[in-house]
């Protein structure tokens, strides 16, 4: 690949809410390399990569490099620290962002939308938590849809 031909930026598309953004990685691992981890390394190694914590996630997410991160440590342009911006909902395999009206994680990721078709299958405390007000508006939705008028 030449300097001049570019590189088509992969970009997450929200199903529920307009967010969208370019990210770099779609992975069940959360790397962030600007947190020192706590395992203890060697003072006489050369070269040596500076400590991080890696984190296995339950699910794979879409991944953005951190733009805070990269303005802190603008000497270092190689840490590394990512954003979670959305995942796939586990029911009907929608991308959907982490923002609390359009998903979920309870023991996997759930868009609103799921939880309010199949919200007898949830724990009522998780749909207090939700709460009914942003519920309603995709129990309307499917409302709608059979609507004959």
């Known amino acids: 690949m030449t300097e001049q031909e570019s590189v088509e930026p992969k970009v997450f598309q929200c199903s529920l809410c307009p967010f969208y953004a370019a990210y770099d990685r779609y992975d069940s691992k ?19 990569k500076e400590p991080s914590i890696t984190i296995d996630l339950i699910e794979k997410v879409y991944l953005l490099r951190d733009p805070f991160v990269a303005i802190k440590d603008k000497e270092d342009k190689k840490k590394l620290s990512s954003l979670i911006i959305g995942s796939i909902c586990s029911v ?16 996997r990721r759930f868009c ?13 405390e998780i749909l207090d938590e939700i709460g009914t007000k942003r519920l309603e508006k995709y129990l309307n939705e499917d409302l709608e849809q059979y609507d004959e008028t």
């Open 30 to 48: 959360y790397i962030d390399e600007s947190i020192p981890s706590s395992v203890s390394t060697t003072q006489n190694t050369k070269n040596k």
């Open 112 to 124: 609103l939308k799921c939880v309010a078709k199949y919200r007898d299958e949830f724990p009522r």
């Open 92 to 107: 009907c395999s929608c991308p959907v962002c982490v923002h609390s009206d359009c998903s979920l994680f309870y023991t």
